[in-house]
């Protein structure tokens, strides 16, 4: 065992300070990268070298087996391995099972190891049609609500003020089938891992014997990464506690990214008005990253709400942070991919890179520039795009397409191949599996299924146009396409670059990191929108930063697809960090107009005057984010493109671009909306109301 002088050595001041305050309560707040584990680990063995702690006496919270794992590790090199480190469910699981022989009599219920079996079953029971991405959607809401302590007779009040959906199922059939689910559940003798901490809780609110027993046992607590508690969690600590306040709690706000979970920061951040005596320190030496990644990560939360500390590097200086517009999603691959490249020559491992993005859609084109550049890869927290269920249903139903019209030919059923643009036949099959043009507004795998459709559109739209003139892009050439790709990019690899969601990299660090996406719309999503939505955005976008231990690099684009306009911005977040682009040029020239035109009308986003009949049309700036449906404003400019051709007329006479911007962000219903629109009169209106109305449905 350690001495106890040897555990303090081995500590800087601020971590030193955590591990002599032996005493509850105690709050640490912990920034990136300052050794948090470290402390915590060193304070518990402290205490049992100087003979304040028993360690069978301490109870250690974590969030992920992974870290209560390191965490036993550490403590058993210490000298303090009887101490209990365990995540939340584990540590109530084991009480559960201990307690309710003796509570109850009997068994307790088995444990789920899947919510969607019974799921699906309450679905059927309230006639629900539903497929596997929105079980997933649903076991996630479930889990939201009974973390939060949403009952099901709840559900329908309280979850639409809270901003809750779950795909296109409205919030009272989601109840019913909530409440299905607990009845299935009940009649089954299962529960799931939300209920083992209600069971635990229940337990110790219900038996002053079980309570007493608990408490003789554990003394001492100490829970990690407490910004990501849930109102269930700490209502199960305090039942631990019992009123007493010998409890450690470490955390850092500006890593709250799990709110749509239930994760409630406010349990760290009002820990010192909780208890007025706590002892509060701040660890604030980091011990990860450069400081020029530091300086990105501090100047990204200055002037923010969200409350953290300042990060103060200990590491030598390094290369400073990359910021690169590319004109599209394409070119920022290629890019990145050729910086990975120029990386792994200069002596960086490949596993020390990772590609990081805000939802897995996005990953597609990374995996196809990585592979041309001959740069192998994993993808973390996800399944690799042309491996995911509706990919692989997708290429099925395209392939099935071609062989029907292949046997009909030959049948003699057909004079010639299919007339329809590959974009519109494309369009057409995954409308059958629920692709709509317009994105679905809930969160989760409804929304996760719908971008990986919409990237198979994107990648028809440039298969399509690379097509010779004279010899049409067909449905069978781009099935074969999709075929070489799969084939292509998913060889097995020993080891790659790493690519993941921002969200799957929390806890992670790599040598160097390449931030992508990094514009509007992606970043912050799109569907974040409420201050509070924004706000935990930037923060996700402080934890992909600070996952950067030398090499950082943050990249946008400003259009999809080779050849698009240019419509993006970077993200507002970016501001202040990043040197000036092109982008920033042609809207500081339109700002200074506007200053000399003196104009009326103002942006309906940022009150700034506009300048342009073009931005007084569409209502706000150029400098302003996109606010309208991208995804929808591309189907509407192909189908101008339809009438146009038809009717041997340019585009424009058909409808305008911010004509076409308008109606992908208001969506009228109905001929009167319509006709609200700039640039759609009377003569346009009964032109083409009707098809107009089909699409914006």
Same mark, same amino acid.
């Given at each position: 065992?350690?001495?106890?002088?040897?555990?303090?050595?081995?500590?800087?001041?601020?971590?030193?300070?955590?591990?002599?305050?032996?005493?509850?309560?105690?709050?640490?707040?912990?920034?990136?990268?300052?050794?948090?584990?470290? /402390?915590?680990?060193?304070?518990?063995?402290?205490?049992?070298?100087?003979?304040?702690?028993?360690?069978?006496?301490?109870?250690?919270?974590?969030?992920?087996?992974?870290?209560? +794992?390191?965490?036993?590790?550490?403590?058993?090199?210490?000298?303090?391995?009887?101490?209990?480190?365990?995540?939340?469910?584990?540590?109530?699981?084991?009480?559960?099972?201990?307690?309710?022989?003796?509570?109850?009599? +009997?068994?307790?219920?088995?444990?789920?190891?899947?919510?969607?079996?019974?799921?699906?079953?309450?679905?059927?029971?309230?006639?629900?049609?539903?497929?596997?991405?929105?079980?997933?959607?649903?076991?996630?809401?479930?889990? @939201?609500?009974?973390?939060?302590?949403?009952?099901?007779?709840?559900?329908?009040?309280?979850?639409?003020?809270?901003?809750?959906?779950?795909?296109?199922?409205?919030?009272?059939?989601?109840?019913?089938?909530?409440?299905?689910?607990?009845?299935?559940?009940?009649?089954?003798?299962?529960?799931?891992?939300?209920?083992?901490?209600?069971?635990?809780?229940?337990?110790?609110?219900?038996?002053?014997?079980?309570?007493?027993?608990?408490?003789?046992?554990?003394?001492?607590?100490?829970?990690?990464?407490?910004?990501?508690?849930?109102?269930?969690?700490?209502?199960?600590?305090?039942?631990?506690?019992?009123?007493?306040?010998?409890?450690?709690?470490?955390?850092?706000?500006?890593?709250?990214?799990?709110?749509?979970?239930?994760?409630?920061?406010?349990?760290?951040?009002?820990?010192?008005?909780?208890?007025?005596?706590?002892?509060?320190?701040?660890?604030?030496?980091?011990?990860?990253?450069?400081?020029?990644?530091?300086?990105?990560?501090? +100047?990204?939360?200055?002037?923010?709400?969200?409350?953290?500390? #300042?990060?103060?590097?200990?590491?030598?200086?390094?290369?400073?942070?990359?910021?690169?517009?590319?004109?599209?999603?394409?070119?920022?691959?290629?890019?990145?991919?050729?910086?990975?490249?120029?990386?792994?020559?200069?002596?960086?491992?490949?596993?020390?890179?990772?590609?990081?993005?805000?939802?897995?859609?996005?990953?597609?084109?990374?995996?196809?520039?990585?592979?041309? /550049?001959?740069?192998?890869?994993?993808?973390?927290?996800?399944?690799?795009?042309?491996?995911?269920?509706?990919?692989?249903?997708?290429?099925?139903?395209?392939?099935?397409?071609?062989?029907?019209?292949?046997?009909?030919?030959?049948?003699?059923?057909? /004079?010639?191949?299919?007339?329809?643009?590959?974009?519109?036949?494309?369009?057409?099959?995954?409308?059958?599996?629920?692709?709509?043009?317009?994105?679905?507004?809930?969160?989760?795998?409804?929304?996760?299924? @719908?971008?990986?459709?919409?990237?198979?559109?994107?990648? =028809?739209?440039?298969?399509?146009?690379?097509?010779?003139?004279?010899?049409?892009?067909?449905?069978?050439?781009?099935?074969?396409?999709?075929?070489?790709?799969?084939?292509?990019?998913?060889?097995?690899?020993?080891?790659?670059?790493?690519?993941?969601?921002?969200?799957?990299?929390?806890?992670?660090?790599?040598? =160097?990191?390449?931030?992508?996406?990094?514009?509007?719309?992606?970043?912050?999503?799109?569907?974040?929108?409420?201050? /509070?939505?924004?706000?935990?955005?930037?923060?996700?976008?402080?934890?992909?930063?600070?996952?950067?231990?030398?090499?950082?690099?943050?990249? @946008?684009?400003?259009?999809?697809?080779?050849?698009?306009?240019?419509?993006?911005?970077?993200?507002?977040?970016?501001? +202040?960090?990043?040197?000036?682009?092109?982008?920033?040029?042609?809207?500081?020239?339109?700002?200074?107009?506007?200053? =000399?035109?003196?104009?009326?009308?103002?942006?309906?986003?940022?009150?700034?005057?506009?300048?342009?009949?073009?931005?007084?049309?569409?209502?706000?700036?150029?400098?302003?984010?996109?606010?309208?449906?991208?995804?929808?404003?591309?189907?509407?400019?192909?189908?101008?493109?339809?009438?146009?051709?038809?009717?041997?007329?340019?585009?424009?006479?058909?409808?305008?671009?911010?004509?076409?911007?308008?109606?992908?962000?208001? #969506?009228?219903?109905?001929?009167?909306?319509?006709?609200?629109?700039?640039?759609?009169?009377?003569?346009?209106?009964?032109?083409?109301?009707?098809?107009?109305?089909?699409?914006?449905?």
């Amino acid at each position: 065992m350690a001495s106890s002088d040897d555990l303090l050595a081995a500590l800087d001041p601020e971590q030193r300070a955590v591990a002599t305050a032996l005493r509850g309560p105690v709050r640490v707040l912990a920034g990136a990268g300052t050794g948090k584990t470290r /402390a915590l680990t060193h304070r518990i063995a402290y205490g049992v070298a100087t003979g304040v702690y028993q360690p069978t006496e301490v109870l250690a919270v974590t969030f992920t087996t992974r870290a209560a +794992g390191e965490m036993r590790g550490r403590l058993r090199a210490m000298g303090a391995g009887q101490t209990q480190a365990r995540t939340f469910h584990s540590a109530a699981l084991r009480q559960v099972r201990w307690f309710w022989p003796k509570v109850y009599g +009997g068994e307790p219920p088995q444990l789920l190891d899947s919510k969607v079996p019974v799921l699906a079953a309450a679905a059927r029971r309230n006639r629900v049609e539903v497929d596997q991405s929105l079980l997933r959607d649903l076991a996630s809401e479930v889990e @939201w609500a009974k973390v939060s302590n949403v009952r099901p007779e709840d559900y329908l009040r309280l979850a639409p003020a809270r901003g809750r959906a779950v795909g296109s199922l409205d919030a009272a059939t989601v109840a019913h089938v909530f409440a299905s689910y607990e009845e299935l559940k009940r009649e089954q003798g299962r529960m799931d891992m939300e209920d083992v901490l209600l069971i635990g809780a229940a337990l110790l609110s219900e038996d002053e014997r079980v309570a007493a027993e608990v408490r003789r046992q554990y003394r001492w607590f100490v829970v990690d990464e407490f910004q990501d508690v849930s109102p269930i969690q700490s209502a199960l600590l305090d039942l631990w506690l019992g009123g007493r306040d010998e409890i450690c709690v470490v955390g850092d706000p500006a890593q709250t990214i799990y709110s749509f979970a239930g994760a409630q920061p406010g349990f760290l951040t009002d820990f010192t008005a909780r208890f007025p005596g706590a002892t509060s320190v701040e660890l604030v030496r980091n011990y990860r990253s450069t400081p020029q990644v530091i300086a990105a990560a501090n +100047g990204l939360l200055q002037g923010s709400s969200t409350r953290s500390v #300042r990060l103060q590097s200990q590491s030598a200086s390094g290369a400073e942070v990359t910021w690169r517009e590319a004109p599209d999603e394409v070119a920022e691959a290629e890019a990145v991919a050729a910086r990975a490249v120029q990386l792994r020559d200069q002596g960086v491992p490949l596993r020390e890179m990772a590609v990081l993005f805000r939802i897995n859609a996005m990953s597609e084109v990374f995996e196809e520039a990585l592979t041309s /550049a001959g740069v192998p890869y994993v993808v973390r927290g996800a399944v690799r795009f042309f491996e995911r269920q509706e990919v692989r249903q997708a290429t099925a139903l395209l392939r099935g397409d071609v062989r029907a019209a292949q046997r009909a030919q030959e049948a003699g059923e057909l /004079a010639g191949p299919v007339d329809d643009a590959l974009v519109t036949q494309v369009q057409a099959v995954l409308s059958g599996m629920g692709w709509t043009a317009q994105a679905p507004a809930a969160r989760g795998k409804s929304r996760d299924r @719908w971008e990986s459709m919409q990237a198979l559109i994107s990648l =028809a739209g440039d298969f399509s146009a690379a097509a010779p003139a004279d010899e049409p892009a067909t449905l069978a050439g781009f099935v074969a396409e999709l075929d070489r790709r799969a084939h292509e990019q998913h060889a097995p690899v020993a080891e790659g670059v790493t690519l993941a969601t921002i969200h799957a990299a929390k806890g992670l660090e790599w040598d =160097a990191v390449f931030l992508v996406g990094m514009q509007e719309g992606a970043m912050p999503i799109v569907h974040a929108d409420t201050p /509070a939505g924004v706000e935990e955005e930037r923060r996700l976008l402080y934890v992909g930063i600070t996952r950067a231990r030398r090499h950082l690099w943050v990249s @946008w684009s400003l259009a999809r697809n080779p050849g698009g306009q240019a419509r993006r911005t970077p993200s507002r977040f970016l501001a +202040g960090l990043r040197p000036a682009s092109a982008t920033d040029t042609g809207a500081g020239s339109g700002r200074r107009a506007v200053r =000399a035109s003196k104009r009326a009308a103002v942006c309906q986003q940022c009150q700034t005057p506009l300048a342009t009949s073009r931005e007084r049309n569409r209502g706000y700036c150029s400098q302003c984010p996109v606010p309208y449906d991208e995804a929808l404003y591309d189907v509407l400019k192909a189908w101008r493109k339809e009438q146009a051709d038809a009717e041997s007329v340019p585009a424009f006479v058909v409808f305008s671009d911010a004509t076409l911007e308008a109606l992908a962000e208001v #969506r009228p219903r109905d001929r009167a909306g319509l006709q609200g629109i700039n640039g759609i009169g009377r003569a346009k209106l009964d032109k083409y109301a009707d098809e107009l109305l089909g699409l914006l449905a």
